[in-house]
């Protein structure tokens, strides 16, 4: 299974507007819009992180190369980009003409926290740090957009450096979370493996127990590789339930 971890970067908005408070911004008084910026991916255990941006690549290969990078990939990683990253790269894929991207399964870890934990806070920096990582690298703020639409070189450098770490941070964090995601692609499948675990294809399991339906009892096993509950697809012989009336 190819998987992919990205994560985009985006341009502020030029307005113009009369006042800084309670106030709603008419779409005549947008000068520029938002668009993407940069984008860092890296494929699932390669050494490389890759990194596009208008800055050093231009606008239409950096496009091009995010939609062949999806094109590409089995299952696309983020952290919010069901509702940010894929949203704002459909846009940018449809304004310059190109058809969708070969369908794939995303996986948005900030969906998989908020579905099973109750942290502080759902923001990347938080949740990895909680769990022993080393978090965002971090910069002086929005200034550093400012700067990088300015064309400083100094600027581009640390957003390249600030971009990238939000993608190996992904991967790290999916390392932790994968015993506990229920909705990811199944990767056995995908690779081929016969009963092999679902979250990520080892075939090392336990016997654990069973697992109760109304009508019916499964066994239950647990991934040893990963962590991951299963349950056997067929209901085990020698139990006869009675039908309530």
């Not at 399964?105 to 923001?123: E, H």
Request: hydrophobic fraction near 35%; aromatic fraction near 12%; glycine fraction near 6%.
């Amino acid at each position: 299974m190819k998987t992919l971890y990205l994560d985009i970067e985006t341009s502020s908005a030029t307005v113009s507007t009369f006042s800084i408070w309670n106030t709603n911004i008419g779409i005549n008084q947008i000068s520029i819009p938002i668009s993407m910026i940069s984008f860092a991916a890296k494929w699932e255990g390669s050494r490389t992180t890759m990194f596009y941006s208008t800055f050093h690549n231009g606008k239409e290969e950096m496009v091009k190369q995010a939609h062949r990078l999806l094109s590409e990939c089995d299952c696309l990683v983020t952290y919010n980009g069901n509702n940010f990253d894929i949203k704002h790269l459909n846009r940018e894929f449809l304004q310059m003409g190109l058809l969708p991207p070969s369908p794939y399964k995303s996986l948005d870890l900030m969906v998989a926290t908020k579905a099973k934990f109750r942290f502080m806070s759902n923001k990347l920096q938080w949740i990895s740090t909680q769990l022993g990582l080393s978090g965002k690298v971090q910069h002086e703020g929005f200034g550093l957009w400012e700067k990088c639409l300015a064309g400083d070189k100094a600027a581009w450098n640390k957003m390249r450096t600030y971009n990238k770490k939000d993608v190996t941070l992904l991967e790290d964090l999916h390392k932790i979370l994968l015993p506990w995601i229920d909705n990811g692609p199944n990767k056995a499948l995908i690779d081929g493996v016969e009963n092999g675990c679902r979250n990520c294809a080892g075939t090392n399991f336990e016997r654990r127990g069973y697992y109760y339906t109304y009508a019916c009892r499964y066994q239950r096993f647990v991934c040893k590789d990963c962590g991951k509950w299963s349950r056997s697809n067929k209901p085990l012989a020698g139990v006869t339930m009675v039908e309530a009336r």
